[in-house]
């Protein structure tokens, strides 16, 4: 099975413009993620996919490997997909430009799914990790995910979900982080799939893959890192790198 990386990191960002290039620790974020991939040890080749010459030129002159995309993309996955088409793989995994922390023990949990998919059920894995804080819980910053017994996802929202209209009949909350394993054909036919409302209400596009009858399985993780979406994520996360 081979399984590869793609990171896809577009320069211009909603809430927080050019975060991929602000510095962390003596290096930028998109190069942090960039190395962090590559030591996990998980993955036969690790990319970059951007629109942008500053990236391009980050990850290169720092000896890293990066692909600049040829269409324009509203999404990280239309990115990747484009530039997995002529590749020989298996497994791609989508790794956020924003995560500097990505660490092995939760891509292995990913990846371990596929090795047991016998019957080839599943199209995509994904990670959730558990949220207790309502403040957390509530913050739209912070996507949900509900998912079935068998912990395939059921959908994914900026809402609090399951609505807590009795908070103590037991229901667990999670986040979704955005970490993706595809099959490569699962990943292919994304652009092929026009976006409909419910992913254009949320701005979530996990949800075009359950609108389209694709299966997530999801994955429960203790590691929560932290996700550069906003000026003081990057505060948070300076604070992460000086304790370590």
């Known amino acids: 099975m081979k399984v590869i990386a793609m990171i896809p990191a577009r320069y211009q960002a909603s809430r927080f413009p050019a975060k991929l290039m602000q510095e962390l620790g003596g290096k930028t974020v998109i190069l942090r993620t960039y190395e ?14 951007t629109d942008s010459d500053i990236i391009f030129q980050e990850i290169t002159s720092n000896g890293g490997k990066v692909m600049m995309s040829i269409k324009e993309h509203e999404c990280g996955s239309d990115r990747i997909a484009e530039a997995v088409a002529d590749l020989d793989v298996d497994i791609v995994v989508n790794v956020q430009g924003d995560e500097p922390f990505t660490e092995a023990e939760s891509l292995t949990k990913v ?9 080839k059920e599943i199209d995509l894995a994904s990670l959730m990790t558990p949220l207790t804080d309502w403040e957390d819980i509530e913050n739209p910053n912070n996507v949900k995910v509900i998912v079935d017994n068998r912990d395939f996802a059921l959908y994914f929202s900026r809402s609090p979900i399951p609505y807590p209209r009795d908070k103590n009949a037991g229901a667990k909350y999670y986040k979704h982080k955005g970490v993706y394993a595809f099959r490569k054909d699962a990943l292919i036919a994304f652009p092929k799939m026009q976006m409909k ?6 701005k979530i596009e996990a949800i075009r893959y359950l ?13 929560t890192g932290i996700e550069i979406d906003t000026p003081e994520d990057l505060v948070k996360a300076k604070k992460m790198l000086d304790n370590v």
């Open 36 to 49: 962090a991939a590559v030591a996990t040890n998980l993955f036969d080749d690790v990319f970059v996919v």
């Open 111 to 119: 990846l371990e799914v596929f090795k047991h998919d016998y019957d």
């Open 197 to 202: 409302p419910l992913e254009a209400t949320e």
């Open 211 to 223: 609108e389209y009858g694709k299966k997530i399985k999801m994955v429960e993780t203790r590691v």
